[in-house]
């Protein structure tokens, strides 16, 4: 996504119509888009790998991207 946007953006929506449970989906596209400085993009990708990780190692590291983005 970093080097081609839009084949990028086409790639993880075809990975999450296979996967739309998978918070680590959404959490690499958070990363995404954070590098890419679309914000508010990464923070609603954060947010829902938040809503999605089982695991509080996870939940924390979703609860750091989104505070970043989110300042």
Known sequence: MLV?????LTLFDGLLRQYPS????YFKRAE???ALGVLHLAA???RRALA???KEQWKAKAREGLA???R
Do not use: I, K, N, W
Request: net charge negative; aromatic share 10%; hydrophobic share 35%.
């Open 4 to 8: 081609d946007v839009e084949q990028g």
């Open 22 to 25: 998978d918070g680590m989906v």
């Open 32 to 34: 995404a888009h954070e």
């Open 44 to 46: 609603e990708d954060y």
């Open 52 to 54: 999605l990780f089982p």
């Open 68 to 70: 970043r983005v989110t």
